[in-house]
């Protein structure tokens, strides 16, 4: 399996850190973003794992999504 970051994505990531920010602590947001690497990288092993994902069934790849919190990963 491929794995391929969007710009997109790596916008939201930002913009969600710029938010945690306001409220948690440089450290809790690093274990945040930690732990969603950490389940990327379980997905990566189980390409199988989570629901599919409606907004990319167009491209007909199956396309999966994984939410972890409030964050989904797709």
């Known amino acids: 399996m491929k794995l391929v970051v969007t710009d997109s ?3 939201s990531l930002a913009a ?3 938010y945690w920010a306001e409220f948690k602590t440089s450290d809790r947001i690093d274990a945040r973003v930690d732990e969603l690497w950490n ?3 379980w997905l990566l092993e189980k ?3 989570g629901q599919f994902e409606e907004y990319l069934e167009e491209l007909g790849m199956r396309h999966r999504r994984w939410v972890v919190k409030e964050v989904k990963i797709a």
């Open 16 to 18: 969600l850190t710029d």
């Open 39 to 41: 389940n990327v990288d």
């Open 47 to 49: 390409p199988n794992a």
């Open 9 to 11: 994505a790596w916008t």
